[in-house]
């Protein structure tokens, strides 16, 4: 598989840096993607269906929220790094996902259809990422007012989903 290193954090969005910070710095991006993919969908499977809906305070997500959240990023942060890596300069706006989970009715699917769901998003991006050339990887492009590289989303999208993971085990279960 495809090597793609760390990049340094002047490549990512102000702040979305502290995604990449969880995933290994080996170059093996996309076989963590790949094995991350694996163990979300056993730990999310181990939870009980009664926790499925269980938010940790008010206004907090569910875990089947949490679940279609990291589906939405993925597809969103998967086609900005489609945009850049074809050197497509448009400058992409930034997206709301709160309001995204209020309209996704996400508590009223099956946990096996969303994990599905997330599984095939997440084979699309890996064939996305091993698709691209090196040269590719490198390139930038500006999405909600800051300038991004490729390899730096695709980073974000492996620390995102273990940043949730965290979060659902020290604040659900």
Do not use: C
């Not at 390139?139 to 940043?163: D, F, K, P, Q, W």
Request: proline content about 3%; aromatic content about 8%; hydrophobic content about 40%.
């Amino acid at each position: 598989m495809k090597t793609i290193k760390k990049p340094p954090d002047t490549e990512f969005q102000a702040n979305e840096e502290i995604y990449a910070k969880v995933v290994p710095d080996d170059g093996l991006l996309v076989e963590h993607l790949l094995s991350n993919l694996h163990a979300t969908t056993k730990f999310i499977h181990s939870i009980p269906v009664n926790r499925l809906l269980h938010s940790y305070a008010e206004g907090k997500w569910t875990i089947k929220e949490i679940v279609m959240h990291l589906i939405d990023m993925e597809r969103i942060y998967s086609y900005r790094m489609l945009r850049f890596a074809r050197n497509d300069q448009t400058i992409l706006p930034g997206f709301d996902a709160e309001k995204y989970i209020l309209s996704s009715d996400a508590n009223q699917r099956h946990i096996s259809d969303l994990l599905n769901e997330f599984e095939a998003v997440r084979y699309s991006t890996i064939a996305l990422l091993n698709g691209f050339t090196d040269a590719a990887l490198l390139r930038t492009g500006v999405m909600n007012g800051h300038a991004v590289s490729v390899r730096a989303l695709a980073y974000h999208i492996a620390g995102h989903e273990l940043h949730h993971l965290g979060v659902i085990r020290e604040r659900y279960l």
